[in-house]
């Protein structure tokens, strides 16, 4: 069957699962799991991190349904809504990836401990983190955890940027002694 009469036959079947039509609807989804399911291969690996990415896809799409125009195609709404979950799923990857380096580089940690393999490092870190004085914690969270620049945390906090240097570092040292008693 050609691509466009594919398209159209989505687009009929989403405009009746609009008027309430709950079979077209079921009818759509599993025609168009394939069709996302390709989408997100293309640019994630995982197999599990698919199935999520693709879920949160269908998930937004059951979400904003009013919102398609019947009159036109469905294939590149569904491509639109595919890209934004990717782009989303891909930001938070790397952000998380770079927030356990900047842990890691921050804290200086022996090198025979592997944050990124032991979650009981992280466990600790994170209860170090807590028991910092309010200045140190917050400063070790916005530069280090949420890699805020020096002049956003001080902008976000109202403290001058030496102030947040200086807690900063000072929370780096207390988290370097109690990470190394732990």
């Known amino acids: ?32 799991l394939p069709y996302l399911r390709s989408l997100v291969r293309r640019r994630l690996a ?24 019947p009159a ?17 799923r891909l ?22 401990i592997d944050p990124l393999r032991d979650p009981d490092v992280y466990l600790r870190l994170y209860s170090a983190i807590g028991a910092l004085p309010d200045g140190q914690r917050q400063a070790i969270q916005l530069l280090k955890l949420h890699q805020m620049s ?11 940027i030496g102030a947040l240097k200086v807690s900063s570092h000072r929370g780096v040292k207390r988290l370097q002694q109690a990470m190394g008693a732990a």
């Open 91 to 112: 930001r938070f990857n790397s952000q998380h990836a770079r927030r356990k380096r900047a842990l890691t580089e921050a804290l200086m940690i022996a090198p025979e």
């Open 1 to 32: 069957m050609p691509a466009h009469t594919i398209s159209e036959d989505w687009s009929a079947l989403m405009g009746r699962a609009q008027d309430g039509d709950l079979r077209a609807y079921t009818l759509l989804l599993r025609a168009i």
């Open 150 to 160: 020096l002049k956003e945390a001080a902008a976000a906090t109202g403290l001058s």
């Open 46 to 69: 995982d197999a599990a991190e698919i199935d999520e990415v693709v879920q949160d896809i269908l998930l937004t799409l059951h979400r904003i349904r009013p919102t398609y125009d």
């Open 72 to 88: 036109r195609p469905l294939a590149p709404w569904l491509a639109a809504i595919a890209r934004r979950r990717l782009v989303d």
